[in-house]
């Protein structure tokens, strides 16, 4: 089905051990987004991307790394998690730069670092 | 540093009522504005968009802008109990470059009471 997908929905890893979490979208959306959303900070941006090989900083992007090689695909790597990571973590694209259109959100990763 | 300020609530609304929920933003050139509902455990979902200003109505939901006042507005009339949920505002656009990303506020939970 076309839409924006993550995977896995939750994980539990171990302070130190590296983790990444997969987006995947069908729509050939120029644009993604990480987020993370934690009580009391609402959603903060981690990093995004314009197009394949092109991404950027976001709010809080210490302890990530992304890639983009491919239009659809936007992997987030922390590459060694710790306890403050423990969130819950939500990929969106977008369809154009126009300022006009919002987002479309995946069902997001419930991550555990214990 | 793009700021969108709402109030956390709880804010609590018997059956049918009209439900308000209101948000200021800080960046003045910030273009257009959007509202998003999140369920609990879910993913945020996009309800209403707005970028000109007065109102915009679409079936029970007014979105209302002034930009002069920097304020965004969601009215839910008739509200059901399957409103409540919290309620994101985001803007889009403005100064710093980058306009194709959306900044939140920490959102408003509603809860509708039967």
């Known amino acids: 089905d076309a839409g924006i997908t993550q995977s896995p929905r939750y994980k539990i890893t171990e302070t130190g051990r590296q983790v990444t979490l997969m987006c995947h979208q069908t729509?050939?959306?120029?644009?993604m987004f990480w987020y993370r959303q934690d009580l009391g900070h609402g959603l903060r941006l981690i990093y995004y991307?314009?197009?394949?090989?092109?991404?950027d900083k976001g709010e809080v992007p210490d302890g990530y790394v992304v890639s983009r090689s491919k239009t659809e695909n936007f992997p987030l790597t922390l590459e060694s998690a710790t306890r403050s990571q423990t969130s819950v973590y939500f990929c969106?694209?977008?369809?154009?730069?126009?300022?006009?259109?919002?987002?479309?959100f995946g069902s997001g990763t419930r991550l555990t670092v214990v | 540093q793009k700021e969108v300020e709402q109030n956390s609530g709880p804010l609590s609304v018997p059956e049918g009522a009209i439900a308000s929920l209101n948000c200021t933003y800080s960046?003045?050139?910030?273009?257009?504005f959007f509202w998003y509902r999140q369920y609990s455990g879910k993913s945020p979902e996009l309800i209403m968009s707005?970028?000109?200003?007065g109102d915009k109505e679409d079936g029970r939901f007014t979105a209302q802008l002034n930009k002069a006042s920097q304020y965004v507005s969601l009215l839910i009339r008739d509200s059901q109990p399957s409103d409540s949920a919290t309620y994101l505002c985001?803007?889009?656009?403005?100064?710093?470059?980058?306009?194709?990303?959306?900044?939140f506020g920490k959102g408003t939970l509603l809860t509708v009471n039967p």
């Open positions: 985001a803007s889009r656009g403005g100064s710093g470059g980058s306009n194709y990303k959306l900044t």
């Open positions: 960046d003045r050139v910030s273009q257009s």
């Open positions: 729509w050939s959306h120029s644009y």
């Open positions: 969106a694209s977008s369809e154009r730069r126009e300022s006009i259109y919002g987002y479309t």
């Open positions: 991307s314009a197009a394949a090989d092109i991404t």
């Open positions: 707005i970028y000109s200003n």
